[in-house]
């Protein structure tokens, strides 16, 4: 497992079931899922902070993917329920780090596990300050646990 510091504990996603539309010809879910599924907690994140992403993308800082890991620890199938955990573990001037676990529901075994780092940009596609409410929110929480 990964076990860099983090900044935030685990939010968990809703258990959800893998769709048939998911999985290759093997009957494993196809790799490029995973950070589909990266993308759904990060979603999870923010509603956990209270961060509202879509105002912040309108507000013209959109938060870009600029690099990416997974590694695959077991295979997810069709019919399998899982849920994606996601943490926070970097927070720089522009950039900031998410790490993230996908499980197996029934049993918490580890299926895969990664990370994505991103850069709030502006409209025009430069590195911009990361908006102050996502530290404020982020140190509210720690404070608040």
Avoid at 16 to 25: C, G, H, L, N, S
Avoid at 56 to 80: H, K, M, Q, S
């Amino acid at each position: 497992m990964m076990q860099s510091e983090a900044l935030t504990p685990w939010i968990e996603t809703a258990p959800f079931e893998v769709r048939y539309a998911e999985t290759d010809a093997m009957g494993v879910v196809y790799y490029a899922n995973y950070l589909v599924w990266f993308e759904v907690a990060r979603g999870a994140f923010c509603r956990a902070y209270d961060i509202d992403y879509v105002a912040l993308e309108a507000n013209g800082t959109p938060l870009a993917v600029v690099e990416a890991y997974c590694r695959y620890r077991a295979p997810a199938r069709y019919g399998d329920t899982v849920i994606t955990r996601v943490r926070l573990t970097e927070l720089k001037g522009s950039s900031m780090r998410f790490e993230y676990e996908v499980l197996n529901a029934a049993d918490r075994r580890l299926l895969a596990e990664g990370w994505t780092r991103h850069v709030w940009i502006t409209r025009e596609g430069k590195p911009t300050r990361c908006p102050e409410v996502i530290r404020q929110r982020v140190a509210q929480r720690a404070c608040s646990q």
